[in-house]
């Protein structure tokens, strides 16, 4: 077995590059890739005169190599006389390098990528020299994508649904399809003031390029059978849009907060309280509703560690929100309801509180049981309502 480089190894460095994005990039560089010369190791003058049949072969196969340009040297041998080695090994051009790798039609469709592209939106091709790779996967599709930059030029922030944008053969699956890249496309041609930049990530793709977005919804249910918070309705199971909920201010003191929906449906009767449905990890639907800042909120998540980081980040909303049944003693009251949490966060919370805090380094730490939880739902509902009354809660 020798050291030498072999053609498939030349080869699977003219992959790499490939790999790279560079060979299509170079198309848009100004800085010129090709000639590009390969790493070649050689054998030494004692392999040559020890195995020089195998050298031999070694040269052969290398010559062989169709698109590359092997240079040869002389080389002076005692016993041999003066022979002929390879000293370098070059790729010559793009051409030569697709070819070599079996990627020629690759690269003409990318070619064609860019020339449309030099012709409709000259803007958007330091993208492509940036992400050739992806281009080519899109490379059906990219007509379409020009298509719709192309709109959201003539149209910026349009005050619209997307199933509202109207260019033939496109429809709103496809932008929501696309709304990744096309948020990479869209921030390149865009002026600054079409872009509303306090609205981050692909979920929030509509509102930050001015389309109308589908409402956020508040569903809640008051807990109180004495008050009905709508005029002339008596309805206790309410959705309202978040500006609606914005709005509402209902003469409730106390607001609980629970993930599990039978929890929320079946939430007991408390004087001057309601329960809110499904915060999660977005709080969007709440955070006009000011009037929350003046009520006792109440959050109730699993005991595990994501509930506590959903808990941490409703804080940076409501400071004051406090943690319900989700102490140490509700955990260990329930252990045969114990199951486990698949893919458990490790990463600080600071705004917990001191108990909640040394709970959560036991999860996530693994000191009471592996990835142990407690979901809400397992608890029985003689404890939640014993955990109200401890609260000072009026039951009605």
């Known amino acids: 077995m020798n050291s030498w480089t072999a053609a498939r190894q030349l080869r699977e460095q003219v992959v790499k590059l490939w790999e790279r994005g560079d060979i ?27 195995r020089f049949d195998e050298v031999r072969a ?4 290398l010559r062989a190599v169709p698109y590359l340009r092997v240079e040869m040297g002389e080389f002076r041998h005692r016993l041999f006389g003066t022979n002929s080695i ?9 051409e030569e390098a697709c070819g070599c790798i079996g990627k020629i039609r690759l690269l003409n469709r990318f070619t064609r990528l860019v020339e449309e592209t030099r012709l409709r939106e000259p803007r958007l091709l330091p993208w492509l020299a940036k992400r050739p790779l992806r281009a080519l996967e899109l490379a059906d599709d990219w ?9 959201m030029e003539l149209h910026p922030q ?22 990744g890249v096309l948020a990479e496309l869209l921030e390149m041609v865009l002026p600054v003031e079409a872009i509303d930049s306090s609205q981050i990530g692909i979920s929030r793709f509509a509102r930050r390029y001015g389309f109308l977005d589908k409402p956020l919804l508040v569903r809640f249910r008051i807990l109180d059978p004495g008050y009905a918070p709508l005029i002339g309705g008596s309805a206790r199971d309410i959705t309202l849009d978040a500006e609606s909920f914005a709005a509402l ?7 609980f907060m629970t993930e599990n929906e039978i929890n929320f449906l079946a939430f007991p009767a408390v004087a001057g309280a309601m329960v809110i449905f499904g915060a999660g990890y977005g709080f969007d639907a ?4 000011t009037w929350l800042n003046s009520r006792q909120l109440y959050y109730w998540g699993d005991i595990d560690t994501h509930g506590f980081a959903i808990l941490d980040q409703l804080r940076s909303h409501f400071p004051h929100v406090e943690s319900f049944l989700m102490d140490r003693g509700t955990l260990l009251a329930f252990e045969g309801q114990w199951g486990e949490e698949e893919k458990q966060t490790v990463r600080e919370l600071p705004r917990l509180a001191r108990e909640e805090q040394a709970l959560y380094d036991e999860l996530r730490d693994n000191r009471i049981r592996k990835q142990l939880r407690l979901e809400q ?14 609260l000072g809660s009026n039951r009605v």
């Open 24 to 50: 299509l990039a170079s198309l848009l560089s100004d800085e010129p890739l090709f000639p590009k010369r390969l790493t070649l190791k050689v054998p030494t003058s004692a392999e040559i005169t020890d």
């Open 58 to 61: 070694w040269v052969s196969e």
């Open 86 to 94: 390879p000293w370098s090994v070059w790729v010559d051009s793009r």
């Open 143 to 151: 007509q379409k994508l020009l298509l719709l930059v192309a709109w």
């Open 158 to 179: 349009p005050g619209c649904y997307l199933r509202q944008v109207d260019i033939p053969g496109i429809h709103s699956k496809f932008i929501e399809a696309n709304r």
């Open 249 to 255: 201010d209902p003469a409730v003191t106390r607001v």
């Open 286 to 289: 709440l955070r006009h509703a």
């Open 377 to 390: 739902e397992r608890i029985g509902f003689g404890w939640v309502e014993s955990v109200l009354s401890a």
